[in-house]
C-alpha cells in the first residue's frame, strides 16, 4: 500500500514537471524498468531514492511524501 502511494506522487510530480520515464530515469541515472517498478507500486524507493527524486523535480520531499 505504501509503494503504490509512493508511486502515484512520484508520477504525477514527474508528469507534472513535464518528464517522460524514459528522460527521468536518465536524469536519475537508473533503468526506466527501475522507475516503472515504483511507479506502479512494486518497489518501495529507499529514503535516499526519495530524496534524488525529490531533488531531481525541485520539489521537496514533504511535498512529495503522500499524504495520510
Given amino acids: 500500500m ?4 509512493w508511486g502515484r506522487r512520484i508520477r504525477a510530480y514527474r508528469k507534472l514537471k513535464g518528464y517522460t520515464q524514459e ?8 533503468s526506466v524498468s527501475v522507475l516503472g517498478e515504483v511507479e506502479r507500486g512494486n518497489r518501495v524507493p ?5 530524496r534524488e527524486i525529490a ?3 525541485h520539489v521537496t520531499v514533504e511535498e512529495l511524501s503522500p499524504k495520510e
Fill in 46 to 50: 529507499s529514503h535516499e531514492f526519495v
Fill in 23 to 30: 528522460g527521468f530515469a536518465k536524469d536519475l541515472g537508473i
Fill in 2 to 5: 505504501e509503494a503504490e502511494k
Fill in 55 to 57: 531533488a531531481a523535480l
